[in-house]
Nanobody
Framework: QVQLVESGGGLVQAGGSLRLSCAAS????????MGWFRQTPGKEREFVAT????????YYTDSVKGRFTISRDNAKNTVYLQMNSLKPEDTAVYYC?????????????????WGQGTQVTVSS
């Protein structure tokens, strides 16, 4: 069983930055790929970024490439999403997720455990 708790969301102006954190419980955190997704009302949940179990492989959706960076610290059981150059269209609830395996893509069906989300609002 894995429990995930996101933090770090908030209100920022366009062009600003936020750093999201996802604290995970469970002894097997370091063996699981981790991902960030986001969702706005009336929209499908959207993949943002994923990172392999060791942090050696990362993948991002095109809309955030060059602006967002996913990282993890397995010693702290924590995954991060550094978000720079934020745009109003980045506004969403951001969810942390843990996959069943050590490698995952952007398909949400690959992720078994989900946090409750943290709100990110970017004003213009």
């Amino acid at each position: 069983q894995v429990q995930l708790v996101e933090s770090g969301g908030g209100l920022v102006q366009a062009g600003g930055s936020l750093r999201l954190s996802c604290a995970a419980s469970g002894r097997t955190f370091s063996s699981k790929a981790m991902g960030w997704f986001r969702q706005t009302p009336g929209k499908e949940r959207e993949f943002v970024a994923t990172i392999s179990w060791s942090g050696g492989i990362t993948y991002y959706t095109d809309s955030v490439k060059g602006r967002f960076t996913i990282s993890r610290d397995n010693a702290k059981n924590t995954v991060y999403l550094q978000m720079n150059s934020l745009k109003p269209e980045d506004t969403a609830v951001y969810y942390c997720a843990a996959a069943n395996t050590g490698y995952a893509t952007g398909r949400d069906v690959e992720y078994r455990y989900w946090g409750q989300g943290t709100q990110v609002t970017v004003s213009s």
